[in-house]
């Protein structure tokens, strides 16, 4: 329906600007592993951090993102 898609089209613009708003290294390491399919490990190999601070990074970000869209404040 024409409001079913209204709807999607603000949650799709509501997320695209969760992303932009993200730290720069948080929306990097969401875009390589969620966008482009890389490991953590070949994330981290690529950015040379660890892959705990890849996985930290990646919980960071799909918080953000989240509360973005849930209309949360994020708490960090």
Same mark, same amino acid.
């Given at each position: 329906?024409?409001?079913?898609? %209204?709807?999607?089209?603000?949650?799709? %613009?509501?997320? @695209?600007?969760?992303?932009?708003?993200?730290?720069?290294?948080? @929306?990097? /390491?969401?875009?390589?592993?969620?966008?482009?399919?890389?490991?953590?490990?070949?994330? %981290?190999?690529?950015?040379?951090?660890?892959?705990?601070? /890849?996985?930290?990074?990646? /919980?960071?970000?799909?918080? @953000?993102?989240?509360? %973005?869209?849930?209309? @949360?404040?994020?708490?960090?």
């Amino acid at each position: 329906t024409p409001e079913s898609e %209204a709807s999607r089209a603000q949650e799709l %613009a509501a997320l @695209r600007e969760a992303i932009r708003a993200l730290p720069p290294l948080c @929306r990097q /390491v969401l875009i390589l592993h969620r966008f482009k399919g890389l490991s953590h490990r070949e994330i %981290a190999d690529q950015l040379g951090m660890s892959p705990a601070a /890849v996985e930290k990074h990646m /919980v960071r970000a799909l918080k @953000r993102c989240q509360d %973005a869209m849930t209309g @949360r404040s994020n708490g960090d």
